[in-house]
């Protein structure tokens, strides 16, 4: 997959691709990226990028010039063009799971009070908000969608990893244990001890439902759960109650 990022700040967004997992899947050209700064497309003496909002406001809007021609110099046939922006629709694990399909990813970084809408109109594909927050740019939301769509492409990470996670099945993941034994005065729960799997499996599906159901009850109710998770959330709300959970 090639990756291309638009941006003012390249230094915001280098350190995620050269380090840890995505340091790796570049260097086993799973991923290609270039990181563009979009001043560079910018004429005139001082290289300007913004400008005042027409109709009056607070801050600076991104100019369409500079985005176009960097949009036009780096997007292929393929390219996908992606907005991060707080108006744009949630961004989601299953679009994660589509966009690691994508031979051609393209996102452009906003800044300031946004950019002039005739880009978005004219050249975006997808405008995603990563949360119901807005942040200062539009670089930490691109790494957010980028690190949670790359490790969903084959070979970045093992089939295992990806098996239980959370959001794949509505479920939370289950509580993980490593040694020590004893720690802070509370023991690892001792079935993880027991080589039983059967047991282990049956006591980590119970921990998922009971965490989802503390943490994050409406994915509950959109969970497609299999007979047997189920039949465990209804003897864990019997058990339990909700409101003990
Ligand atoms: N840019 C600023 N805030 C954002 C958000 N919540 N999601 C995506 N991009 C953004």
């Known amino acids: 997959m090639k990756i291309t ?9 280098e350190p995620f691709f050269s380090s840890s997992i995505m340091k790796r899947a570049v260097e086993r050209k799973i991923i290609e990226y270039e990181i563009v700064n979009f001043r560079s497309y910018s004429s005139g ?38 907005f991060p922006s ?11 799971s589509e966009l690691s399909r994508e031979e051609d990813l393209l996102f452009i970084c906003g800044h300031y009070e946004g950019m002039d809408q005739r880009i978005i109109d004219h050249y975006v594909d997808d405008e995603f908000s990563i949360g119901d927050y807005v942040l200062t740019s539009g670089e930490s939301a691109s790494v957010v969608i980028i690190d949670a769509l790359f490790r969903l492409i084959d070979g970045v990470i093992s089939r295992d990893s990806l098996e239980d996670e959370s959001f794949k099945s509505s479920l939370l993941e289950y509580d993980q244990y490593t040694r020590p034994e004893r720690y802070c005065n509370s023991s690892v729960p001792s079935v993880l001890l027991s080589g039983n799997h059967a047991l282990i499996c049956s006591w980590r599906d119970d921990n998922r439902i009971a965490k989802t159901m503390r943490s994050r009850p409406d994915m509950l109710s959109e969970a497609s759960l299999s007979l047997r998770m189920r039949r465990k959330l209804i003897k864990i709300i019997e058990e339990f109650g909700i409101e003990d959970l």
């Open 45 to 82: 003496a001082y290289n300007k990028v913004d400008d005042l909002p027409y109709g009056g406001g607070a801050g600076m809007v991104l100019m369409p010039e500079p985005l176009e021609k960097a949009i036009l110099d780096k997007r292929s046939s393929k390219s996908r063009i992606i």
């Open 5 to 13: 990022i638009l941006t003012l700040f390249p230094e915001m967004v």
């Open 86 to 96: 707080p108006s744009g629709r949630l961004f989601t694990q299953e679009i994660a």
